[in-house]
Structure formats: structure tokens, C-alpha cells
């Protein structure tokens, strides 16, 4: 029997885990399944528990030595030294007990997504543990050891012979996974951040566009600080439909970093849970119009885990099973109740954001003109070989 | 850094008997913009040639098929003799600044007369945003300070407490000559606590803190 989708999901997962401040917290996943259980929107059956990555399987994308570190890292043999040259003992990534396990088995979740998709086991299928965009071959950097997504596109590659459109909605820039693939024409990837002119990791400017064979199949869209939901969904609905028409994959792998939303700490978006909806609304639509359905959605960055991750991360479930009529009730006070004790932020009872969580932003026109101009420049390649192509005929 | 780190060490060289045409073909096919003109054993530089000097010996694009002869002419009837040369232990500051006042776009690089390497301005931009740091994931930190001694020193000092690698500074003019700018590139992903740190201090951090402001 084909499921409609399938949920990766272990509290195993919670053991990626730097330290008690660090502000990457997995907790946000058991948060989100305990969501989505009080919804009465995840039964059993739609679920399957993520698998642990091989070291072979790594290696599609990592340097050997750099695997090795993070296992020494783990066992607690890894010099300071050594440590820096892989970028794993910074305020970001610092070692912790089991550092290679943990890591392993959020790779592995995203390659068990991959394969419940591409053997027709499920139409889609979503890890919220992945996403960790940031991983590069040799060296960790942004919260992210291993990056699961570059690991599982090159996996897709290899074992299905399958081309693979990456979408990337987090605020930060998808850089691990551009860079993997710059030069390589089978892989397109599309991220959409807040501008690195302030926040990390200061690339993804509108002009990187690929290397080589590759060129014109990396596409950036930085847009500005203080953009809303109005201007964010336009730009990634224009952008997303041109690409993936252009492109035409055989599977989509959306990354789905929730941190645009204003309530975020670390960036300066200001984004509300209306852009939360949309996002894998139209990853679903084009799914099945372009690729048969196969959509893999994995997780992301998002540091707000109370008032934002659980409900934007539920959404996409809610949206690839269809029960969107969920978003119509209010926030389960089961769910509410357990979880209000531990913290201090009044958790929400609405799906929906109210609009006046956004402050008025004097420049939204400016902002928006801006977006539009970058949102020009980042499909000019695109628009070009489209009218080539036309006059070809 | 200096030059002789990053120049190209494979120059391809014509001598001043080479006919223009030749010039032309090599500047097509390998897709440069400047040839060394040079003489004897070791290279000595006598001229150089640039796709300008070409584009300036050509014929309009109206009349490309007449007076094809003149590109039989020597290289020396066109290449410019007075040739501005940089030395393998000139540091890369010094040959922006000498790129930055010539307005010119290649350097030979020679040591006693003879030709070494070559350093163009597109790789001198290439080190130059290798020395900022921008090319290494980082988040970007600007902090307005008083144009006085010890400034960068204290800043740092925060920096340093805070166990944060910065991994390029920059100390920029701010409109205001009362003022400089500090750029930090730290890496980091989450920058709260040092913005905290520095504004705690009575420092400015210049960042999109407020809707509407310097952006």
C-alpha cells in the first residue's frame, strides 16, 4: 500500500544536543510530535523511525578525517588543535558525548525520508531533524556536523539516478548544500534568506549563480531585513513555480528552517505563520503537478521552539496528509497544558498568527521594491534560456 | 600577504617581432587581457600589450576586412614601453594602491630584470576578499567608536572574554570624522550575547535593530 506520508521521528534524535544554552534545541521535535498527537493528526501507521547513516554513506559528501574528528570529538580524544580544523570546538559547534551517533541518526532519518519516496513506499515524507544546511565536506559550521540534506541529494544521485530541486526557505543562506553541488547540473538549488550583509553566513548574494556545467542552477534570493509575509510569499511563489518548470525534477527536497518568522531571535525577518502555511502548500501543489508527488521535507533552523516551531513544522504534516482543517480549531489545550509549565513565553491557542504581532515597518514599500528587483536578477538566467528556448522553437 | 603567493607563475610572453596577430590569437584563446613583451634568456621585460592596445590598432567593425597587413606589423609598434612592474615581495596592499592610482589592470612581477609572474587585478580582488573574511561563513558586526587610540584593543577585549573567534577586522572611515567604524567578522551564528557584551560597554553596534534604520 502507498501512504499518502510518512513522519521520521525518535526521541533518540533529542540526543543532538551541544549544551544547555546552546540555542539549537531538538526538543523542538518532540514538541512538534506532541503537537500534532494532541491534534489527533499522527496515528502509527504514518510513522517510521529514522535509521543511522554508514560512514559510506557520509563520505558522499564528507571528508574521511573530518568523520573521524567528530567521532574522537564524541569520545572526548579530539585536541583543541585538531578540533578548530574542523570548525568543532567554536561557540557553535562545540563537541559533545556521542557527537558522531547523534549526528549519524539525524542523516540517517533524512536518507530513510529519501528512501520511503523514491521506492514508492510514500508519496512524501517528513524529518524534521534534518535540514542542517550549514555542514560542509570537511568541516562543521553553523550548528550543523553533518549536513544530511547535501548527503541525501548525492544519495538520490547515485542510487535512483534522480534529479533533485532543493528548496531552501530558511532565514539563514543554504550554503553547505550550494557549494556541494555548484558545478553539477543536476542538482538545482534555490534558497531564500535574509541578506548577509548582517547575519550568517554573509553569502548567498544574488550573483552566485553556479560554476561551470553547474551555472544557472544555483539561484539565491537575499532578501531584506524587515520583509513580511506579503513580499516573502511572492518572491518564493514566483521564484519556486519558474525554477522547478525550468528545472523539471524528479523530486523535491524542501529544507524548512522556520526562522524568518518575527519572533525569531536571530534574524531580522518578519514573517508570521501565514508565510509558515504557504510554504508547503506550494511545495505539495507543484509536487504532484512536476514530480509525481515525491516531496521530502526535512527541518531546519528555528530558535523560537515554543510560539513558532511546533506549530509552522505541524503545518507541513497537516498540509501533506490534507488535514488542513486542523488549522481551523484551536491549539489543543492538552497540549497547552503540558507544555506551558516549562517555559515563560505565553504559548499561542491560535494556528494563526494575528497581524498585529508585526510592528509597522516605515519602509515596507521600499523593502518590498527591493525584494522584487533581486527577485529580477535571480531568475534573469532562467528567463533568458526560457526565450532562448522559445525561439528555438 | 605577499605577491608572491598569489601570482600566476605560468606567463605566456610574446617578443617584439611577433606580428599583432599572434598577440590577438593568444589574448582570444587563452581569454587574457595583457602579454609581456619580452627579450633574451631571462625574460627581460621591454613592452607590454593589452586587448586595448589591440582594440585601439583595429578597424572599425565597418571596415574589419580592409588594411589587414597592419596586423602583420611587429608588437613594438604599438606596445607601451614604460612598464610598471611589481616585485614577489611587494605586499598585496601595495599593489592594490598601485592598481588603485595607474588605473591599470595587470602588473608583471620581476625580480633583477628577469619576468617571475603576473598579477592581475581580479586576483588581487579574489585575495582581498579572502583577507576580509567573506568567504568563510561568518556574521558581520559593526561597532561605531571614537577616533582615538586603544579603541580596537578594547573592543577585542570583549571579543576575547566572550571565547569568540573573530576571523577578520576591518577599521573603516565613518562619514563623520570624529568617528571609525569596526567591522567584525565572527563565527558565529547566533551573535547576540557579544552585541549585548559591546552594547553593555556603551558602545554602538550598527545592525538592523530597528525597522526602518540603517539598513
Known amino acids: ?21 546552546h540555542p539549537f534545541n531538538h526538543q523542538r521535535l518532540q514538541l512538534t510530535y506532541d503537537l500534532l498527537k ?80 523514491m521506492t514508492g513506499k510514500s508519496q512524501h515524507a517528513l524529518h524534521l531533524g534534518g535540514g542542517l544546511h550549514h555542514g560542509f565536506k ?28 532543493y528548496i531552501d526557505t530558511d532565514a539563514h543562506h543554504g550554503d553547505g548544500v550550494q557549494w556541494a553541488f555548484y558545478d553539477d547540473p543536476n542538482v538545482c538549488t534555490l534558497s531564500i534568506h535574509e541578506t548577509g550583509r548582517y547575519l550568517f553566513p554573509g553569502t548567498g548574494s544574488v550573483g552566485e549563480k553556479g560554476s561551470g556545467k553547474g551555472y544557472g542552477f544555483s539561484i539565491n534570493l537575499p532578501i531584506d531585513a ?5 513580499s516573502f510569499i511572492h518572491v518564493y511563489e514566483t521564484a519556486f513555480k519558474e525554477v522547478v518548470e525550468f528545472f523539471k525534477p524528479d523530486v523535491i527536497l524542501t529544507q524548512n528552517g522556520v526562522d524568518a518568522h518575527h519572533y525569531d531571535p536571530l534574524t ?24 509525481e508527488g515525491k516531496w521530502i521535507a526535512v527541518g531546519g533552523g528555528g530558535y523560537d521552539m515554543w510560539r513558532v516551531v511546533p506549530r509552522a513544522w505541524s503545518v507541513i504534516w497537516l498540509e501533506m496528509t490534507n488535514q488542513q482543517h486542523i488549522l481551523d480549531d484551536p491549539i489543543p489545550t492538552s497540549w497547552l497544558e503540558r507544555w506551558q509549565p516549562e517555559t515563560t513565553d505565553e504559548l499561542p491557542t491560535s494556528w494563526h498568527d494575528d497581524p498585529s504581532i508585526i510592528p509597522n515597518i516605515p519602509r515596507k514599500l521600499e523593502i518590498t521594491e527591493k525584494n522584487n528587483k533581486t527577485l529580477e536578477k535571480a531568475l534573469y538566467h532562467i528567463r533568458n534560456e526560457k526565450k532562448n528556448i522559445a525561439k528555438k522553437g | 600577504m605577499i605577491i608572491e603567493e598569489i601570482m600566476k607563475r605560468d606567463v605566456l610572453t610574446l617578443t617584439e617581432d611577433a606580428p599583432i596577430k599572434d598577440a590577438m590569437l593568444l589574448l582570444d584563446k587563452y581569454r587574457i587581457r595583457h602579454i609581456p613583451i619580452v627579450e633574451g634568456p631571462n625574460k627581460r621585460i621591454v613592452g607590454i600589450i593589452s586587448d586595448r592596445d589591440i582594440r585601439d590598432a583595429s578597424p572599425s567593425i565597418f571596415h574589419s576586412t580592409e588594411h589587414l597587413e597592419d596586423f602583420l606589423k611587429p608588437v613594438s609598434s604599438i606596445m607601451q614601453r614604460n612598464v610598471i612592474t611589481a616585485h614577489p615581495l611587494d605586499f598585496v596592499e601595495e599593489v592594490s594602491t598601485i592598481f588603485y592610482e595607474h588605473n591599470i589592470g595587470c602588473l608583471p612581477v620581476t625580480e633583477d630584470d628577469e619576468l617571475l609572474g603576473i598579477i592581475t587585478e581580479t586576483d588581487v580582488l579574489h585575495t582581498l576578499v579572502e583577507l576580509m573574511g567573506a568567504h ?3 556574521s558581520h558586526i559593526e561597532v561605531k567608536v571614537q577616533n582615538k587610540t586603544g579603541m580596537l584593543a578594547s573592543i577585542a577585549n570583549i571579543f576575547k572574554e566572550l571565547h569568540i573567534n573573530i576571523t577578520s577586522v576591518l577599521v573603516y572611515p565613518s562619514k563623520n570624522p570624529e568617528y571609525k567604524i569596526l567591522v567584525f567578522r565572527v563565527q558565529t551564528m547566533d551573535p547576540r550575547r557579544i552585541i549585548h557584551a559591546i552594547e553593555k560597554e556603551g558602545y554602538e553596534v550598527i545592525w538592523p535593530k530597528q525597522p526602518g534604520i540603517n539598513l
Open chain 1, 226 to 230: 524587515f520583509t513580511e509575509d506579503d
Open chain 1, 138 to 165: 570537511g568541516r562543521a559550521s553553523g550548528f550543523c556536523i553533518y549536513n544530511d540534506s547535501s548527503i541525501a541529494i548525492e544519495y538520490i544521485k547515485q542510487k535512483y539516478g534522480a534529479k533533485v530541486l
Open chain 1, 38 to 117: 494532541s491534534a489527533q493528526a499522527l496515528s502509527k501507521e504514518q510513522m517510521i523511525e529514522p535509521r543511522m547513516a554508514t560512514d559510506e554513506e557520509l563520505e558522499l559528501v564528507h571528508d574521511p578525517a573530518f568523520i573521524d574528528a567528530v567521532k574522537q570529538g564524541g569520545k572526548g580524544e579530539l585536541s583543541d588543535g585538531m578540533a578548530s580544523n574542523f570548525g568543532l570546538n567554536t561557540e557553535d559547534t562545540p563537541v559533545f558525548p556521542n557527537m558522531h551517533e547523534a549526528a549519524s541518526l539525524l542523516v540517517g532519518g533524512t536518507l530513510t525520508a529519501v528512501d520511503a519516496v
Open chain 1, 1 to 21: 500500500m502507498t501512504h499518502e506520508a510518512l513522519f521520521i521521528y525518535s526521541d533518540k534524535q533529542l540526543t543532538y544536543r551541544f549544551n544547555e544554552s
Open chain 1, 268 to 291: 531580522h525577518l518578519c514573517s508570521s505563520m501565514k508565510t509558515y502555511e504557504f510554504i508547503p502548500k506550494l511545495a505539495h501543489e507543484l509536487a504532484h503537478h512536476y514530480c
Open chain 2, 136 to 138: 568563510q561563513p561568518s
